[in-house]
């Protein structure tokens, strides 16, 4: 049987690249998406054209409900940074960033894991181009490993669990390439923070801008249908 | 300004105890309930007298979705273990365990912690009487903590989130005793996996038999209305 996987998947080009990784890496994938907040169907319906197109064995879809809380640009009613230069991206923590957005999204994925009989989770943080959130950071992710092997009935049991970061070193220029080699077609994805009901792009929010320049880096032509060029 | 803390709050004797703690210890109490899988609105119900009548701030009710994962008794079709001593509950996992479930507890904590600027989280687990549950262990609850001040933007801006376990060595007795010196009303609470949509008590789940030799411990009239007595 083949090793399974949890992966988490959002849609954009990273958890796309990282689900390719995985399956190149021979797991099964249990690919796992979340719906919160103000980004609704248009970054959910990537996430599902992606995990079909990579071959996933189930693709779930949960919500969660952040919006009772606030607090954060993309789960309550504050304006989305536009047009901000890529040297001001990861210079301290944006409104943007949700409180305890990835724990709670590994949190899923370790339950998630567990009923399925994964060990192995991956996730497509990058500590280059993060955007400045403290969730992204190796140092996070290692302490959530050891968290994670105390948590569970298959830990206990002696199952150890790892997460997988594939893309922790690389630019989204690396990424793009890494994904190009694997056969990744990013039309399927979906980056922007603002998408309209079409499912263009804004072009002007922190994700088109590095989404944007991870494409010219990586001399690949962006795909992205854009508002404004 | 009273400093704020969340406490997460099932309407079970542990966490209504946690309650009473918190706030004895002078703090501003958000008291966070989770609605999920089988257990429902009686749940709910207890949480809400309890927060009521223990002063809190404010009172959460966030819906999770554990049902699209099943594994457990409690979020899937499998029936609740009836009528074991209690000598064996604590031996082994149950089927009552439900995969993950304090780290997505704390999680979502986390997330609302932040958002309030709360520093603290009180959790009611114990490791006596914990049902065998991984999650209750004070190694678990030392590397959540860890792991949560690497994971937001107030850690990273250093404040130092604690997580306080005020009853992790107690007994069930010791708890009601605890309780009972800080004016609970036990009878708001519930602790039955299976009620009946009356609100009694099946007395015969593990939860049901770790209450009444709770109370019998504690020599406190048990004031649960069970089915079965």
Known sequence: M????????SGGVDSTTTLAVARQRGFETYALTFRYGQRHEAEVEAARRVARALGAARHEVVTIDLRAFGGSALTADIAVPKDRVVADIGKGIPVTYVPA?????????????????AQDIFIGV?????????????????????????ATKAAVQGQKLKIHTPLIHLSKGDIITMGQSLGVDYALTLSCYDPATD?????????????RKGFEAAGVADPTRYRVV
Chains 1, 2 share one sequence.
């Open 2 to 9: 083949m090793k399974r996987t949890v992966v988490l998947l």
């Open 126 to 150: 990058s500590e280059i181009d993060y955007s400045g959130y403290p969730d992204c950071r190796p140092e996070y992710i290692g302490a959530y490993e050891r968290m994670a092997n105390l």
């Open 199 to 211: 499912d263009t792009a804004c072009g002007r929010c922190d994700a088109c801008t590095l989404r």
């Open 101 to 117: 957005r990835n724990t709670i999204f590994l949190s899923y994925a370790l339950a998630w894991a567990e009923v399925v009989g």
